[in-house]
């Protein structure tokens, strides 16, 4: 492995060590903007009113990893904490790193250790003598673990409410290919996915029934109002998490899609991402804030002014993304493309 | 007439965080939401000193040093500014937001911002590192293998302005830990 951290605090706890494997294949660092391009929004109910989906990604992540270095994530669930560690062993006896989850309340090294029980994700870079090298990319710590602390991690991270099975991540690259920069056809439809997707859109893989693009503000922010109404605070507080989470996730969304407006050259279209990207965070923000003092009644107006503010934020780009798109794709592309997925048809 | 080229803002009437703790009080650390904090130790208090020619004094109270944003508004005595000089730090990501310039409630300037996260290690290109913290503390104690920094933004007015307030946006990312006015 020729570097242990990947120091990218801009991606979620799995894609950042999905990027670091990557780079270890290896792939260019500067083709990794072209990866995290995904800047949609999708909102789905769910059977459970406390439980529902909030989310920037219509498409698989692995769809990229093809199309982009020829390479693939390979996923396998494992129910006991000795399998598990097998399977560790095997991958990193290939050579390659491995992508392991664990429950971050038994992870030392972190912030949250013996504190807070969430999901987790982190490298294994290497395996001699009884010893693990690890690189949790995402609180930014290289260490070691040995085999029993490991075991204890896993087996205990298995009884967690939130594991019924340990994933193992690994990548294999099965085409020599794509390690370079995408070429404009693959720029203008990433941003073309991005306009459909915030018209309204439900494309590739977001479920069915989801509220895609504006249209998700509108249950998002019922959301946001039903939090002061509800008495059990269990309920309360897991509707609040999903809002978190998803806002967070949004926000790395618009700044990861800044990235790749400015690798393509867009910088005042990238810089206009970049105030999304902070915006959804300080309603994030406001969210935790109301949570930590459970006073969703108090804050509510301030989250809601902040909504505001994003979604037009949003609605500008999406106006921006039509200008785009007429300019890269002018006559008949650009005249099927704007009957087609006029904003306001929405079709 | 104050003619003097740099006003310290008295940030005390304004402080609401604590973003700066020690061994007695890592309970009080709420730079972020989940109570990380910066070593208090190095950081002067109630003391001015300069960075790069231009003076600040920070001010603390009753654990209480720093200002998060929150819509609220600083009055001072009149004066003629070309300059402002923010020392701060963001939580959650690099934050950008605005403030806004005023001469008794009538809008003057709208400016933007920019405060990095206090442990940026690809901060905002105008941010200076003003300050760097041998570690971070969390509630529960120090985490020795991070590094804190407070950064220092300067806001150029097109054209000097005749201003007794500043507003800001409610953006409680961003925290305010001294504001130096240059003439």
């Known amino acids: 492995m020729t570097f242990t951290l990947y120091k990218e605090a801009r991606l979620n706890c799995l894609y950042v060590n999905i990027a670091a494997a990557l780079l270890r294949l290896p792939v260019l660092k500067e083709s990794l903007p072209f990866l995290f391009n995904q800047a949609g929004l999708y909102y789905q109910d769910t059977q459970d009113e406390d439980e529902f989906v909030l989310s920037p990604y219509y498409r698989e992540l692995d769809d990229y990893i093809g199309e982009l270095f020829g390479a693939r994530v390979c ?149 946001i109002t039903r939090l002061k109404t509800m008495d059990q605070d269990a309920s309360k507080f897991k509707a609040a998490s999903y809002l978190y989470e998803g806002f967070r996730e949004i926000a790395n969304s618009r700044f990861q899609h800044h990235n790749f407006l400015k690798a393509i050259g867009e910088n005042e279209l990238a810089e206009s991402y970049l105030e999304a990207d902070q915006s959804w965070m300080v309603a994030a923000n406001l969210l935790m804030r109301a949570a930590t003092a459970n006073q969703f009644q108090h804050f509510e107006e301030r989250i809601l002014n902040r909504m505001q503010r994003v979604r037009e934020k949003e609605a500008d780009h999406l106006e921006l993304l039509r200008q785009w798109l007429e300019r890269a794709e002018p006559e008949g592309c650009g005249r099927s493309f704007m009957t087609q997925y006029s904003p306001r048809s929405g079709q | 007439m104050n003619t003097q080229p740099f006003i310290c803002l008295d940030m005390t009437s304004c402080l609401n965080n604590c973003g700066t703790t020690d061994n007695s009080s890592y309970q009080h650390g709420y730079l972020s939401s989940s109570g990380v904090s910066l070593p208090r130790e190095n950081i002067l208090f109630h003391t001015p000193f300069e960075f790069n020619d231009i003076p600040f004094v920070l001010f603390r109270q009753n ?69 760097e913290t041998a570690g971070l503390n969390t509630l529960d104690g120090p985490l020795a293998h991070r590094t804190g920094r407070l950064w220092l933004d300067i806001l150029h007015l097109t054209e000097p302005l005749e201003i007794n307030q500043l507003t800001f946006e409610d953006n409680p990312c961003m925290h305010i830990f001294g504001i130096t006015l240059e003439r």
């Open chain 1, 75 to 223: 996923r396998k669930g494992y129910a006991g904490g000795e399998s598990y560690m097998g399977a560790l062993k095997n991958v990193l006896g290939t050579g390659r790193s491995a992508i392991i989850e664990a429950d971050i309340f038994y992870l030392p090294h972190s912030g949250f250790y013996n504190r807070s029980h969430f999901p987790h994700a982190l490298e294994v870079i290497g395996y001699k003598d009884g010893v693990f090298e690890i690189c949790d990319h995402y609180y930014v710590y290289h260490g070691t673990l040995t085999d029993a602390e490991f075991r204890f991690i896993f087996e205990s991270s298995l009884q967690s409410p939130f594991y019924k099975l340990l994933n193992l991540w690994n990548l294999e690259r099965h085409v020599t290919k794509g390690a370079g920069v995408p070429d404009a056809a693959f720029h203008s439809g990433v941003i073309r996915d991005n306009y459909r997707n915030m018209s309204g859109q439900a494309l590739y893989d977001c479920p069915a029934g989801s509220r895609a693009g504006l249209e998700a503000f509108e249950p998002i922010c019922r959301q």
């Open chain 2, 63 to 131: 654990y209480r040093d720093n200002m998060v944003t929150e819509g609220q508004a600083i009055q001072f005595p009149e004066a003629r500014i070309s300059k402002i000089h923010v020392l701060g730090a963001s939580s959650d990501v690099n934050m950008s937001d605005y403030m806004y310039l005023k001469h008794n409630e009538t809008l003057l300037s709208k400016e933007k911002m920019m405060l990095s996260h206090f442990a940026s290690e690809a901060p905002f290109a105008r941010n200076v590192c003003i300050l």
